[in-house]
């Protein structure tokens, strides 16, 4: 027993993606759901003008956070706005979450006190409303928010509608992660909706793992490939062009829209957006042409689950 | 700093009830919220003829289960069946999940099949659509699930409806936690539809920390005290009286009705449901009646969370 245990194909031997893959293949799914396992929130169909949309986000202390110079206000913020930030990418409005938190004994009631501010100020900014949750004993703290959301039918983006031909683009500046936007930034809700109404994008997600990995995931689920040009790319302040690329969490919004949508784009000269390239046939993969028009390709190495 | 700390109040100085309290607190509550925080799930007005119900809970490796000899199926069925048994309790009937679950890097991929497997055979059983979730990385295994299940408005039972002269029922037996029945219980969604179909109960919770500690709920939402009778608390075989009071995971029904639903109940004679007390004013408190009528204080001592 213990020798077969042994040999064993163990979880760090497969990627994220293999593993999702693994799990949703155990699961069978009814009509109702309109999209399962594999986009930024589930979508259901359940009233006759809107879909429900349900998510899911868990943080780990050593894993997402240390308890040593932790800003636990900001944690608690955080495990929410990831949430949020879900919801926005499919063009949606976040209404309702519950809350699972997991804390060991001898926790000072101030860290508890001061996450549940930072998830209810930013609840309170959302009009999120805080219905239920669970709590646990554990050796270390774990934060595990569920959110529930809506979506105008017409207004829903998922990841698998990009065309070869569309153009890419992303809100703000990327590569801000290892310093403080991994905490504060602001979940793209609004700027969905007006990005939404104006150009009606073919594609959309939140970046949350890095540009590179989260441009996989459409081309992934688009069965397209994507070529992005390193001058077009808006760096955040001081940032390289390596966090832009790779750095996980910006928590910007990553769509594609069809050439005569991004014509309208290109009229209203809409500032915080940025046309970063284009989608190309899925053969081509994905590409960076840097500003001296050398070519690479672009590999799938964003934050590492495990 | 260091010094405030360490006369900073502590956790595990609070009870749970306490705790949950000093959360709710924190946060403010949409009109659209028929139930939050307080309840087996929270109640969302959201369709003209039913309400949404949500509901979340963690599992955590080291407090709900051990590695050593655990039976990982087991362990991912009862993941999903005790928030399947929350929305039961309520009235409803369970739709869509999504789970969270955090693995060692080494965990061998049998153990993480073993575990889908076990949530994937009773979301079949009971029609859940496992729709999304989240992976993450973490020292041991823990699994959150959150369900979202659908009641009638008029099947909606909270515990808070119980008045003085209210029967006390439970569905099955009563004691067998510490063997198997907490982790191969059936939820009670059927039951529950049935009781409330032909009995109306004016409150209803699922056991889940013990029928004294669940008991106490009911009555402290309710307002109310109750008494129950040692002779009519349906013993599971060779379970002791206080394995049935204090034993935390039956995941049986605990329900109260009128007098005149209860004389419906005696005719039916439906065998599984036991009468086991009736609910007093609040001044009363909670009681029980040993076969000798001798009279003892029911103190709320069922699981310990911290």
């Known amino acids: 027993m213990q020798k077969r245990r042994r040999n064993e194909k163990k979880l760090y031997q497969i990627g994220e993606f293999d593993l999702i893959e693994r799990i949703a293949r155990k699961f069978n799914i009814s009509k109702s759901v309109v999209k399962g396992i594999g986009d930024d929130t589930a979508v259901i169909s359940y009233k006759k003008d809107r879909y429900l949309l349900l998510t899911t986000d868990m943080l780990v202390e050593g894993v997402h956070f240390s308890r040593r110079g932790a800003n636990f206000f900001q944690i608690g913020r955080k495990s929410l706005a990831v949430n949020i930030s879900d919801i926005a990418a499919m063009g949606g409005i976040p209404r309702y979450a519950v809350i699972s938190a997991a804390f060991p004994r001898a926790t000072p009631l101030s860290i508890i006190d001061n996450i549940m501010r930072g998830i209810g100020s930013i609840a309170e900014e959302f ?33 698998s509608g990009a065309k070869a031909g569309d153009l890419i683009f992303v809100t703000g500046n990327l590569g801000n992660t290892r310093r403080l936007k991994q905490f504060n930034f602001i979940p793209r809700v609004k700027e969905a909706q007006d990005i939404i109404k104006r150009f009606r994008p073919s594609s959309m997600i939140d970046i949350s793992d890095g540009l590179v990995s989260d441009l996989h995931r459409i081309a992934r689920e688009s069965s397209v490939g994507a070529v992005i040009f390193e001058q077009m790319i808006p760096l955040a302040p001081q940032a390289s062009l390596n966090q832009a690329l790779y750095d996980g969490e910006d928590f910007e919004l990553l769509f594609t829209m069809p050439l005569e949508s991004a014509r309208k784009f290109y009229k209203e000269q809409i500032s915080p957006l940025s046309c970063i390239g284009k989608i190309v046939e899925k053969k081509k993969g994905l590409t960076l042409i840097d500003k001296k028009a050398g070519v690479s390709t672009l590999k799938e190495k964003g934050f590492k689950h495990f």
Do not use: A, P, Y
């Open 127 to 159: 009009k999120v409303d805080i219905v239920g949750g669970d709590t646990v004993r554990s050796q270390s703290i774990i934060l595990n928010i569920s959110l529930l959301g809506e979506v105008k039918k017409g207004f829903l983006i998922l990841r």
